[in-house]
């Protein structure tokens, strides 16, 4: 028996049933779903809509249904149709009549509502905690690297030498958006719908705040049309999703090329590698390149939502169903690829020699070059037009900058003296850029001090959820 069937004369089709029902994706829910109840039915109890005696009864009954689902103990009907009908029916089984009081002054559409934001809540905590992890691994690394040269790249052609901890905290830094993004984004997630009833609250003297307070939330919505209605809080997790998805790409997307015989900058781990069933010869990069793959994946689930949303007027419709699989699967995904990605980077072999080797080629250093001459006395306009035709000749006699004699470098300019080659350094070109926020060892361990602290100070919020 449907929960709505009395005012249907015939039963739904066979076909309509498993098209209608939600419980193979929702059933992900059961434990918020049954948390939920549990408090909305002792708040019942406290008001006096039910007996306490009866209120009682259905959360003892909730909490043995939670505990024989944890045991695996439980199975969901299709027929049932959705995780609220299948755990009232549930209930109903085990303590009769009773288990009915329980959806007095509730709307399936409140009580979904709910359930999303709950279970939001506890999957971006875990991003935030699998976020900080890797931001964990990225700072050790950066340590051991603060005097490890490279190339720095604009346009993927050398542009400034800089250090490998340099690159790395540029990476911590978008991963430390991320976590703030994800913070900002729990405080619109946090809030209590339940309540909102089918879209225009009820008559039925509940307490909500109470409720709120119990479940562990931050307030109630402030409106029942939109309490039913908004999944503004779904897309913006996954637009924090994507995010995330489109940093870990383009760190893979490096780690890819850096692995080619081209770069040779990183040797990828064995562990963490695949190879050909053709070329034998083959190391390929295959878990960066599916973390990259995926990266669609998920701004495909925040398109499914957008796309769902962007017509539908208020208050609940039924397309509002199919948030769940696009929102869970965008959740998996990053949460899977963070966790891959971590324990790859780890393993991964930064190749210094190779990195150093190519800082000192492609002219990394001219910009020193032109401010060198600049700090003579010469406008950096002209400076830099010395430098490029300076540059010019390097490339047609194949020689660094490094490699002129000092009676070729004056010929550009009478104001290269015997200190040009300290100036054109890579230690020297690294070590004066040494503004908070540069690529110097003291700027950079300086940074990864702070990044330190602020990780340390990165709690994840408390919950009342169990």
């Given amino acids: 028996m449907k929960l709505w069937g009395g005012r249907f004369e015939k039963k739904t089709a066979e076909e309509v049933d498993d098209f209608h029902s939600s419980i193979l994706i929702d059933c992900r829910m059961v434990r918020e779903d049954i948390l939920g109840s549990i408090a909305h039915a002792r708040m019942l109890g406290r008001q006096g809509i039910i007996p306490t005696e009866d209120a009682e009864k259905i959360c003892t009954g909730l909490e043995q249904i939670l505990e024989d689902v944890r045991q695996g103990k439980v199975k969901f009907r299709v027929d049932a149709e959705d995780i609220h009908t ?14 009915k009081k329980l959806h007095t002054g509730r709307s399936r559409n409140d009580q979904v509502a709910l359930d999303v934001r ?11 905690s699998l976020l900080a992890a890797l931001e964990s691994e990225l700072l050790s690394i950066a340590e051991e690297n603060t005097k490890t040269y490279m190339p720095g790249y604009t346009h993927l052609q050398k542009a400034q030498p800089i250090t490998l901890a340099h690159y790395l905290l540029a990476y911590f830094e978008m991963f430390r958006r991320d976590i703030e993004r994800l913070k900002d984004c729990q405080k619109r997630t946090n809030i209590l719908p339940l309540g909102s ?40 997790a996954l637009c924090c999703c994507s995010v995330i998805m489109m940093h870990l790409s383009r760190f893979c997307e490096e780690l890819i090329l850096w692995s080619t015989d081209e770069f040779r900058f990183v040797e990828m781990d064995d562990s963490y590698s695949t190879g050909s069933s053709i070329m034998p010869q083959k190391k390929n990069p295959d878990v960066a ?17 957008l796309t769902m949303m962007k017509g539908l007027p208020l208050a609940y419709n039924k397309d509002m169903q199919e948030d769940k699989e696009a929102l869970f699967d965008g959740f998996d995904t990053v949460k899977q690829c963070l966790h891959i990605f971590t324990d790859m980077i780890s393993t991964v072999t930064f190749r210094k020699d190779r990195m150093e080797q190519s800082a000192l080629s492609g002219f990394s250093n001219a910009t020193d070059a032109a401010d060198y001459l600049a700090r003579k006395g010469i406008p950096f306009r002209t400076a830099h037009e010395i430098t490029g035709r300076l540059v010019l000749y ?5 020689k660094a900058l490094l490699d002129l004699r000092l009676e070729e470098l004056q010929s550009f300019s009478s104001l290269f003296g015997e200190d040009i080659y300290e100036a054109l350094s890579l230690k020297t070109c690294v070590n004066q850029r040494n503004l908070p926020g540069g690529p110097a060892p003291e700027a950079v361990q300086d ?20």
């Fill in 86 to 99: 299948n755990v009232e029916s549930l209930l109903t089984e085990r303590i009769g009549e009773t288990a």
């Fill in 118 to 128: 709950m279970v939001s809540m506890k999957e971006t905590e875990q991003i935030r």
């Fill in 197 to 236: 009833g089918a879209l225009a609250g009820t008559t039925w003297p509940l307490d909500r705040k109470w409720v709120a307070d119990a479940l562990g939330f931050d307030g109630i919505t402030k409106n029942s049309l939109d309490g039913v209605s908004d999944r503004d809080f779904a897309i913006e």
């Fill in 289 to 305: 390149e599916l973390i990259r793959g995926k990266t669609g994946r998920v701004y495909g689930d925040l398109i499914t939502l």
């Fill in 394 to 398: 390097c490339i047609r006699e194949n």
């Fill in 447 to 466: 940074a990864i001090r702070q990044n330190k602290a602020w990780l340390s100070s990165e709690t994840l919020p408390e919950t009342c959820r169990g």
